[in-house]
């Protein structure tokens, strides 16, 4: 299944597209009633001081012309001079001086260019002929020195950046104490009894958070109430099978040795019913954790079973030393075992370890007939069975694989099934875990 966004993510990412989308708008509608209008009426305003320096430098006698020259440096930074050479050949893509180039055109009545060379700082120059000369108007970089653009960039920028600041925390306030109750809602999932949450918060996340805590603390209880309700029908259900084990034995010697095994079956089938229906009510929480060499616990394991004459083929490919609860471990093996014996078809039973960086893999494999692919997550519920493989004939109780997955369940684990190529199953536990190669 394709991993979702948490809630912080999504609201972020929505949250940053509609303040880009915002800030887009905003700096359109700046620039084109704000920024150009504003560039056009400056271009407009130098490019009639231009022409109008360069007609009064034409029209005084030259012996005051360094007088006007001194004061347009001064006050205006324009200087102005006969053009004796050719323009730079350097250009600048500054829009503003596209919009100086347009308003001296008007002014002048033929196209105006404008170039830009260094000296002492960047200057650009145009040329403007007038009284049948060509005077050559320059100003400095500085004097434009004014960036509308980058301010209005710069303000947009800075405000965008603390509105979404802001925002996110906002967000993450909010969303903190949902990432608290999903956390809390796996913990009960995985048979745990999480500690009441802080009921603060607005309204809303306080009223829920209440409520989660009142139902948990429900849950609790009623987890507890069954598990003391089955504890109590399993020891009233005992009393009576004892009495009909010990009147099985006091039998006379004459009575049917076919009937007298069947009931002992019976008998025996009701207390595995009895034990595995407790065991899978009981919390199963996780216990003390230790370092286990996964090699030396399947040994012992699949050891205890070949003394009992099944025939299991161990395969220890690289095993490692895990932190695990080893008797939970010891019993999901076992469960898984003991199904692939039973319903294996008289086959050899094997089983594998493998470890890697993202932990430890252990794989039981027979060559049963196999579970179809749509009962595969069926087979884990309580009581659950096939008909043709998992018949009352065959001793099981229908709880083994729930219980299996319900200790993974509670200690982080994985557990799953899968076709065996060739035919059978092959039913896979996954340890997250550090591993320590053995």
Not at 221 to 226: D, P, Y
Request: aromatic residues 4%; neutral net charge; glycine residues 8%.
């Amino acid at each position: 299944m394709r991993r979702s966004l948490t809630l912080f993510a999504r609201t972020g990412i929505t949250l940053a597209i509609a303040l880009a989308v915002f800030m887009l708008f905003t700096v359109a509608a700046m620039v084109n009633f704000i920024l150009i209008p504003l560039a056009k009426q400056g271009a407009g305003d130098l490019a009639a001081l231009m022409v109008l320096s360069a007609q009064t430098w034409v029209e005084l006698p030259p012996e005051t012309r360094p007088f006007l020259e001194e004061e347009l440096i001064d006050e205006y930074q324009l200087t102005v001079s006969v053009a004796d050479e050719p323009l730079p050949e350097t250009t600048s893509l500054l829009p503003f001086l596209q919009f100086l180039e347009q308003a001296l055109a008007r002014r002048i009545g033929q196209p105006a260019t404008i170039r830009a060379h260094v000296e002492n700082g960047v200057w650009y120059c145009t040329d403007i002929p007038m009284g049948g000369r060509t005077i050559r108007v320059s100003f400095p970089r500085a004097r434009i020195g004014a960036r509308p653009p980058a301010a209005a960039l710069l303000v947009i920028a800075a405000g965008g950046g603390v509105i979404l600041l802001t925002t996110l925390l906002l967000v993450r306030r909010l969303t903190r104490p949902l990432a608290g109750l999903c956390e809390a809602t796996s913990r009960i999932g995985r048979g745990e009894s999480p500690q009441p949450l802080p009921e603060s918060g607005p309204r809303e996340l306080a009223t829920l958070t209440h409520r989660f805590n009142r139902m948990a603390g429900e849950i609790a209880e009623l987890l507890a109430n069954r598990t003391t309700l089955l504890a109590g029908i399993s020891h009233d259900l005992r009393s009576p099978i004892t009495r009909m084990q010990l009147a099985l034995e006091m039998l006379p010697d004459n009575t049917d040795p076919r009937l007298v095994e069947r009931l002992r079956q019976d008998l025996e089938q009701m207390n595995h019913l009895i034990s595995d229906t407790l065991e899978l009510a009981q919390g199963l929480g996780p216990r003390e954790s230790e370092d286990v060499d996964l090699r030396d616990l399947v040994d012992n394991i699949v050891a205890s079973y070949r003394r009992s004459d099944a025939v299991i083929e161990w395969r220890p490919e690289n095993c490692c030393v895990c932190r695990v609860d080893t008797l939970a471990l010891r019993r999901v093996l076992v469960n898984l075992l003991d199904n692939a014996l039973r319903y294996g078809g008289g086959q050899a039973v094997e089983v594998s370890c493998r470890c890697d960086a993202a932990g430890a893999s252990i794989s039981v494999l027979d060559r049963g007939p196999g579970i179809p692919e749509a009962e595969r997550e069926a087979v884990f519920h309580p009581f659950y069975r096939l008909e043709a493989s998992r018949s009352r004939t065959t001793g099981g109780s229908g709880l083994g694989l729930a219980i299996a997955r319900q200790l993974c369940s509670a200690h982080g684990w994985s557990i799953g099934l899968s076709a065996r190529e060739g035919g059978g199953t092959d039913a896979r536990i996954r340890l997250p875990c550090n591993v320590k190669m053995s």
